[in-house]
């Protein structure tokens, strides 16, 4: 729908409150990225030309990013993009969105891997990879790495070569369209460390979480069984085999599964489990050596 002669903010306005209609969060917030994106212009700009009226053809492009946001369709998706560890990624439809949640993990690999006494490049291991933002941060802030990005799901492994070369670090991040648990298997790689985001979620609680997450993401990214540790009872003993000696792994979990996956990582004979919490204070990765 438009309107005659609508000004920046009076369509910012309109924007606002057809998303809080609509159970937007952020509503704010959002209508304020969309239309910086449209428009190609700065926050600031917004209200340093909030007077400016804008071209039917400018309000109609705006609104229908509205109205995918008014469906509860993911703001990364509508915008094409986001940001992790302060680098940019792309993000599209198909691919699990970045949460900063994940960042913990990134430092802390990241902090290891500096430790680590090595004379040659550490090989890293992203399994199930997403969009990238593991593998392709440790490569950009961690120079002598290199990785290997593995998802089953081929829109990933696409997203995650784009977010690769985005940020420069292509010739450092290789990219395998595997099933995780099978190219554990099958590898004759050892790593350094291993590095994971798995799907951890348990299938009851999908139908609670967000529409913008139920609806509009990838199941395969979230479903983790019937607890939500499917993943990690499958790929947790045969990361052994995988790794040089003295190498780690860190898996992100949901808040409630410290317990149960650190003791398969002690099943399966690694030492040093430890938990390392989120800014929130939550359990939020679990961390074990070989």
């Known amino acids: 729908m438009q309107r005659a002669t609508e000004t920046i903010r009076d369509l910012l306005n309109r924007a606002e409150n057809h998303l809080v209609r609509h159970g937007v ?56 993009n986001t940001e992790f560890m302060g680098l940019p ?3 599209r439809p198909g691919v699990f969105v970045p949460r900063p949640d994940t960042e913990v993990l990134v430092e802390h690999a990241e902090k290891k891997l500096r430790a680590l006494p090595l004379h040659e490049p550490a090989l890293v291991l992203d399994l199930c990879c997403g969009s990238g933002i593991i593998g392709v941060s440790i ?6 790495t290199g990785v290997t990005a593995v998802d089953v799901s081929e829109v990933a492994v696409e997203l995650t070569a784009d977010n690769a070369a985005l940020n420069g670090v292509s010739d450092r991040v290789r990219l395998v369209h595997d ?30 979480l967000p529409r913008e997450v139920r609806e509009h993401e990838p199941m395969l990214a979230l479903d983790g069984g019937a607890d939500g540790l499917d993943f990690y009872r499958r790929a947790i003993p045969r990361m052994v085999r995988c790794l040089l000696p003295n190498a780690f792994v860190m898996v992100e979990i949901g808040d409630t599964q410290a317990a149960a996956v650190s003791a398969l990582f002690t099943a399966a004979g690694f030492e040093d489990v430890h938990v390392i919490k989120d800014l929130a204070g939550r359990d939020r990765v679990v961390t074990a050596k070989r």
């Open 25 to 80: 969060p952020n509503a704010r917030r959002n209508a304020e990225w969309m239309l910086c994106a449209s428009l190609g212009i700065r926050m600031l700009d917004l209200y340093v030309r909030s007077r400016a009226s804008l071209a039917p053809g400018q309000v109609d492009a705006y609104w229908r990013h509205v109205e995918r946001r008014a469906s509860r369709e993911p703001l990364q998706y509508i915008l094409g």
């Open 89 to 91: 990624f792309r993000a």
């Open 139 to 144: 490569a950009k802030r961690v120079a002598n």
């Open 179 to 208: 099933d995780a648990v099978e190219y554990l298997d099958s590898t004759a790689d050892r790593f350094a460390a291993i590095l994971c985001n798995p799907p951890y979620i348990a299938s009851g609680d999908l139908a609670g």
